[in-house]
């Protein structure tokens, strides 16, 4: 067997385990780079950010295409990734997954992540998600991040899906607005209403 082929065998066990998972309320799964990753649904400030940035996102994007959603799965590959929010069409349809359990990454406009507290949450968003979003093309990767000094946004863009990564970044502190530059959310801007005061 080639590495290739391992590798698709890979990614068919998990994609198969995947699908048939049944987790405790509460928590959710993830196929990030080779490996399925169970985590608990977000804290109460992670769901308040989260759901301010939704909350601003929907007048920037009425009258488009798009809308803003919460906890979906955003599928490439036999991967399975759960953003904490995601931009995407209107219309999920137009984007299907495969059997029906999320939507495809290639209609995914830009993709958002607060950060959790702990050490492997944070390797998780700010580095495996970070190649892993990059790998699928999705153009922008926003993180909010409460653990990187006095907390950060970072918004990432220009994906090579070849070398995983994105080629371009503005990382700015709490409290600085940033303005997403491309796709349905251009000039949208994120502040401190979203993200809240610089933390002590």
């Excluded at 698709?8 to 928590?27: M, N, S, Y």
């Excluded at 490996?35 to 929907?58: C, K, Q, W, Y």
């Excluded at 907390?151 to 600085?176: D, N, Q, W």
């Excluded at 796709?183 to 401190?192: N, Q, V």
């Amino acid at each position: 067997m080639t590495p290739s082929e391992a590798e698709v065998d890979l990614d068919e066990a998990l994609w198969q385990a995947w699908k048939t998972l049944e987790l405790p309320e509460g928590f959710h799964a993830e196929i990030v780079e080779g490996f399925i990753e169970v985590s608990p649904t977000g804290r109460r400030r992670h769901t308040m950010v989260a759901n301010r940035l939704r909350d601003a996102l929907v007048p920037h994007l009425a009258g488009s295409d798009y809308a803003a959603y919460q906890d979906g799965n955003v599928l490439h590959e036999k991967k399975a990734l759960i953003p904490d929010l995601f931009i995407g069409p209107k219309d999920l349809d137009d984007v299907p997954g495969d059997d029906d359990l999320g939507v495809s990454a290639e209609g995914v406009a830009l993709v958002a992540e607060v950060v959790s507290p702990g050490r492997d949450a944070t390797e998780r968003d700010r580095v495996r998600k970070r190649r892993a979003y990059a790998r699928a093309g999705i153009p922008v990767y926003v993180l909010i991040d409460d653990f990187d000094g006095h907390g950060t946004v970072t918004v990432l863009t220009s994906p090579s899906p070849k070398e995983a990564v994105y080629a371009a970044e503005i990382r700015v502190p709490y409290g600085t607005a940033v303005e997403i530059p491309d796709g349905p959310a251009k000039g949208f801007a994120i502040t401190e209403e979203i993200t809240g005061e610089p933390l002590d």
